[in-house]
């Protein structure tokens, strides 16, 4: 539905009696009711939506999230509540839609990645029969008239990561995650402020690799400094910087 549509203030809001008629009606079954109450709520959900606008996300994409929170505080919504509809349904919109945002955790590879990744795969499969073995990063490198760093990108991208939340190192029984890896010890002070996810799209391509490897994949900086053909202590100045620059932008 086109986002005009969803702003139109011609829809006069209902009032709160006449919402909790068709709350009723709606959980007798009457799917028309449930229907109007979603019809006659775009200018609530959209208020809502407004508040997430500048996080990367279609503002469609928001609002569809945000019929659904809507429509799960109609069916959990108790007529024997003294509270307006509306006061009890935007915490229900806003957690949808946060949930939404925390949850997803899909890499969006873009179209040409992806071809790189099927040069990649094509390349690797012709050099590994005329070798008799899989061929390195620096001979893939060679044969595509590729940088190592996009090799390795490439390859990355198509992986599914792990969640910041999976354990990535195990520290005398306490798990480690990527988050506590970046917290500075002030509990939830700037990562209630601003997404992680906000922050690592801040960082150019290398650094999210950076990134990536180290604490999704686990991997030493020694290894990372192979796989990118850079030196140890270049990585080990980039991953200060990235992870100064990522607190930064969270403390904004």
């Given at each position: 539905?086109?986002?005009?549509?969803?702003?139109?203030?011609?829809?006069?809001?209902?009032?709160?009696?006449?919402?909790?008629?068709?709350?009723?009606?709606?959980?007798?079954?009457?799917?028309?009711?449930?229907?109007?109450?979603?019809?006659?709520?775009?200018?609530?959900?959209?208020?809502?939506?407004?508040?997430?606008?500048?996080?990367?996300?279609?503002?469609?994409?928001?609002?569809?999230?945000?019929?659904?929170?809507?429509?799960?505080?109609?069916?959990?919504?108790?007529?024997?509540?003294?509270v307006k509809f509306s006061t009890y349904a935007v915490p229900m919109i806003i957690g949808e839609i946060q949930r939404f945002i925390r949850d997803d955790g899909t890499v969006k590879v873009s179209?040409?990645?992806?071809?790189?990744?099927?040069?990649?795969?094509?390349?690797?499969?012709?050099?590994?029969?005329?070798?008799?073995?899989?061929?390195?990063?620096?001979?893939?490198?060679?044969?595509?008239?590729?940088?190592?760093?996009?090799?390795?990108?490439?390859?990355?991208?198509?992986?599914?990561?792990?969640?910041?939340?999976?354990?990535?190192?195990?520290?005398?029984?306490?798990?480690?995650?990527?988050?506590?890896?970046?917290?500075?010890?002030?509990?939830?002070?700037?990562?209630?402020?601003?997404?992680?996810?906000?922050?690592?799209?801040?960082?150019?391509?290398?650094?999210?690799?950076?990134?990536?490897?180290?604490?999704?994949?686990?991997?030493?900086?020694?290894?990372?400094?192979?796989?990118?053909?850079?030196?140890?202590?270049?990585?080990?100045?980039?991953?200060?910087?990235?992870?100064?620059?990522?607190?930064?932008?969270?403390?904004?």
């Amino acid at each position: 539905m086109d986002v005009e549509v969803k702003k139109d203030r011609s829809q006069p809001f209902l009032k709160d009696h006449e919402v909790k008629d068709l709350i009723k009606r709606s959980h007798e079954g009457d799917q028309g009711a449930r229907d109007m109450i979603v019809e006659k709520n775009m200018r609530l959900v959209w208020s809502v939506v407004q508040r997430f606008i500048n996080r990367g996300y279609d503002p469609d994409d928001l609002f569809q999230i945000g019929c659904i929170g809507l429509l799960k505080s109609v069916d959990k919504f108790d007529l024997s509540f003294d509270v307006k509809f509306s006061t009890y349904a935007v915490p229900m919109i806003i957690g949808e839609i946060q949930r939404f945002i925390r949850d997803d955790g899909t890499v969006k590879v873009s179209r040409s990645l992806k071809e790189t990744g099927n040069k990649i795969r094509r390349a690797r499969e012709e050099l590994s029969k005329d070798l008799g073995r899989t061929p390195t990063v620096n001979e893939l490198s060679a044969h595509l008239g590729l940088t190592p760093e996009e090799i390795v990108l490439a390859q990355e991208a198509a992986r599914t990561p792990a969640s910041i939340h999976e354990t990535v190192y195990e520290n005398d029984g306490d798990p480690i995650t990527l988050l506590d890896q970046i917290d500075d010890g002030n509990e939830g002070k700037w990562f209630d402020k601003i997404a992680l996810k906000e922050a690592i799209a801040e960082l150019d391509e290398r650094e999210k690799l950076i990134v990536y490897l180290r604490y999704y994949k686990d991997q030493t900086q020694s290894e990372v400094a192979q796989r990118l053909g850079i030196s140890q202590v270049q990585v080990s100045r980039l991953e200060k910087k990235i992870l100064q620059q990522m607190k930064s932008h969270m403390d904004q």
